[in-house]
């Protein structure tokens, strides 16, 4: 076997053959430069020796070779001249060949726009209000067992008055469940109290949804056979509570019925308070997409969790402008759309918490307004823009993305005394809760309140609730009264809520606030100089520069 090379071949040759190629190539450069000797060629160029100063009409040749060089010139730019027209008349034939090719494309395109413009509105217009407030009754209207998800960390600002009578209104003996989310981010005590608060009126259970739930696709690569070392995903994004006694509940309700048609149950709720993470855990597969922004769902969505129990995901409830703007930072769709400031929102939210907490929790020096808390909160995460310049409006969409979605821990304290609203009477009381197994309901939240591990009273930032905020379920219920207008009837008020400044001083703090924002937002305008008048008289200089010997000198 021929070994292989390791090393290029040398380029070392003897003297000999060198100095023989040397002198090759020498006598082949002396018969060259003979042959152009003979043939009259030469390589240097001769130099214009020009017209001669003692020459006769010097002026007039110098002049008649500069017309000559000029037209010369002239010739050149007309012929390049005609050829990019030619160039552009070639590309305009072909555009207008082209466009000749597609013109019976169009005509199709048009005639399947006129066929299809049903289907294109749809499509069109699902961010609209109307559109989700339709698609919300569709959900009510077509479900036996109407499921409201509430936000464990503020209850009562998110329940909707207007959904819950048109659930008690509608026909068909309707039956209305409420679930407190997110309990992970609550402590347990303030969990208990808003379950005692709200079993009152409507049933309530206890949940925790996984956050970190698989697509389908990923489960269905899944080999078959089990490694028998396999780590089970304990954490806390994984883990779900309250799952089995949801589905125990929903089963032994359906399995009551008189009806044999599966049980259609309806999951409703404010944006972001996880009606789609609810379904996900229940079906224990990624079934309706899920976010940190809000209204992703745009409309209903069927997922059968067994035979009998069928449920229905829904778009969320579109807040009323009437509400205050507390609530509306939370909960309305104005700062996804654009419609709302993000600094606006953050500065609302900032009133409504105590600033020591919000101090320890983001780790921040003290502040005095909401702009300079998020200057700081940028500076601390490293939210900076070209020059160092703290990036406010991204720190703020951090701020309300934490506040919104399942990671800050924020609690509302519930109400020693809760007023019933109007729509709701000892009997409708009485109605809600038939049918219901109220004994396992208590002993699964029990079970859920155990083994979820929730955060101490002290690292939890205490907030003041606003009440119940009010949605529209139809676009003709759309107010005219600016944000922060006065709430609903079928508002309560917590009575343990603290003291809010004077109207005064809150005024005063908006308009500084606001001014502060329109100097950021401002673009710099050129600095000007101006001249003032200095006096350097001779008075001046001695009166105010003289040095008096005689205070030291007597």
Not at 27 to 48: P, Q, T, W
Not at 108 to 137: I, M, P, V, W, Y
Not at 228 to 257: H, M, Q
Not at 309 to 325: E, T
Request: aromatic residues 4%; proline residues 4%; contains cysteine.
């Amino acid at each position: 076997m021929r070994r292989p090379k390791l090393k290029k071949a040398s380029k070392r040759v003897s003297c000999a053959k060198r100095y023989k190629i040397q002198k090759k190539v020498r006598e082949h450069n002396r018969k060259l430069k003979k042959e152009a000797k003979k043939k009259g060629v030469s390589k240097r160029v001769k130099k214009d020796p020009g017209v001669p100063s003692s020459a006769p009409f010097k002026e007039e040749v110098l002049r008649e070779a500069e017309e000559r060089r000029l037209q010369i010139e002239e010739e050149k730019e007309r012929k390049r001249q005609a050829k990019k027209e030619e160039r552009a008349q070639k590309r305009k034939k072909e555009k207008e060949d082209a466009s000749k090719e597609t013109e019976p494309k169009a005509k199709k395109a048009r005639q399947d726009e006129n066929g299809k413009h049903s289907k294109k509105q749809t499509t069109q217009d699902k961010s609209s209000k109307q559109f989700l407030c339709s698609e919300l009754n569709k959900v009510i209207d077509a479900s036996d067992v109407i499921i409201e998800v509430l936000d464990a960390r503020d209850p009562l600002g998110f329940r909707c008055p207007q959904l819950e009578e048109a659930v008690l209104q509608r026909e068909g003996n309707k039956k209305l469940l409420l679930v407190l989310n997110k309990i992970d981010l609550v402590p347990k005590e303030n969990v208990e109290r808003w379950i005692q608060c709200l079993q009152q009126e409507f049933p309530v259970l206890a949940f925790k949804a996984s956050t970190q739930i698989k697509d389908r696709t990923v489960q269905a690569k899944k080999s078959r056979i089990v490694a028998s070392n396999e780590v089970l995903d304990r954490s806390r994004g994984a883990a779900c509570f309250g799952k089995d006694c949801l589905t125990e509940l929903l089963t032994s309700y359906a399995a009551n019925r008189q009806s044999e048609a599966s049980l259609k149950v309806g999951v409703v709720g404010f944006p972001n308070v996880g009606k789609s993470s609810l379904i996900n855990s229940m079906k224990e597969i990624m079934a309706c997409h899920t976010g940190f922004k809000r209204g992703i769902t745009k409309s209903m969505q069927e997922v059968h969790i067994s035979k009998n129990v069928k449920l229905i995901d829904s778009p969320g409830v579109v807040a009323s402008p009437s509400n205050p703007l507390a609530s509306l930072a939370l909960r309305s769709l104005q700062v996804e759309e654009g419609e709302e400031s993000v600094l606006e929102a953050v500065r609302t939210l900032l009133k409504q918490c105590d600033k020591t907490q919000v101090i320890l929790q983001y780790n921040v020096p003290d502040f005095r307004n909401s702009l300079e808390f998020l200057t700081l909160f940028a500076k601390k995460r490293g939210y900076l823009q070209k020059g160092g310049v703290a990036n406010t409006e991204h720190a703020a969409a951090v701020f309300l993305a934490d506040w919104t979605g399942a990671k800050l821990s924020y609690h509302c304290k519930a109400p020693a005394k809760n007023s019933r609203p109007a729509y709701l009477s000892d009997t409708v009381v009485a109605e809600m809760q038939d049918g219901w197994d109220l004994n396992r309901l208590r002993m699964g939240n029990e079970k859920t309140l155990k083994g979820v591990k929730c955060p101490n009273q002290a690292s939890s930032i205490s907030f003041i609730s606003k009440g119940m905020t009010a949605g529209l379920l139809s676009i003709s219920d759309i107010s005219e009264n600016r944000p922060g207008a006065a709430a609903t009837d079928g508002e309560t008020v917590c009575e343990n809520e603290e003291p809010e400044q004077s109207s005064k001083e809150t005024h005063e703090g908006e308009k500084s606030q606001k001014a502060q924002v329109a100097l950021l937002n401002k673009k710099p305008s050129k600095v000007q100089f101006h001249s003032v008048p200095i006096d350097i008289s001779l008075s001046t200089a001695t009166t105010d520069d003289a040095y008096d010997f005689n205070t030291d000198f007597k």
